[in-house]
Nanobody
Framework: QVQLVESGGGLVQPGGSLRLSCAAS????????RRWYRQAPGNQRELVASITWTGTTVYAGSVKGRFTVSRDSAKTTLYLEMNMLKPEDTAVYYC?????????????WGQGTQVTVSS
C-alpha cells in the first residue's frame, strides 16, 4: 500500500536542474512528508534535506547551497529543487513523512525516484 509518491526524477546533465515532488496517495491524505533521503548503489541511505513542522530547513553539507526543500501551505506536498547537479548526486531519492504532531510515531516512505546525473 503506497502511502507517499515521489515524482520528478530523471536523467540530467551535470550542472542541470530537477525538481522532485512528494505527496500522499489519495487514501493517505493525513500523511505529512518532511524529509528527503537518497541512496546510491553500494552506499547507505543518507538524509539530504528536511523541513520541520514550523518550517525550519536543514541540509546535508554536500547539497547546501544547491538544493532547496519546500512544501505547500497544507504541508501535504514536499518539494526538492535541485540545482547545479553533479554526478555524485546520482541516487534513488526517497521521501519520508509522518502523521504530524498528534501522531508522531508514524513513519512513512515512498518507493523512490531515480535521479541520474551524467553527460
Amino acid at each position: 500500500q503506497v502511502q507517499l509518491v515521489e515524482s520528478g526524477g530523471g536523467l540530467v546533465q551535470p550542472g542541470g536542474s530537477l525538481r522532485l515532488s512528494c505527496a500522499a496517495s489519495a487514501r493517505a491524505s493525513r500523511i505529512y512528508p518532511r524529509r528527503w533521503y537518497r541512496q546510491a548503489p553500494g552506499n547507505q541511505r543518507e538524509l539530504v534535506a528536511s523541513i520541520t513542522w514550523t518550517g525550519t530547513t536543514v541540509y546535508a553539507g554536500s547539497v547546501k547551497g544547491r538544493f532547496t526543500v519546500s512544501r505547500d501551505s497544507a504541508k501535504t506536498t514536499l518539494y526538492l529543487e535541485m540545482n547545479m547537479l553533479k554526478p555524485e548526486d546520482t541516487a534513488v531519492y526517497y521521501c519520508n513523512g509522518w502523521g504530524g504532531p498528534t501522531r508522531q510515531s508514524e513513519d512513512y516512505w515512498g518507493q523512490g525516484t531515480q535521479v541520474t546525473v551524467s553527460s
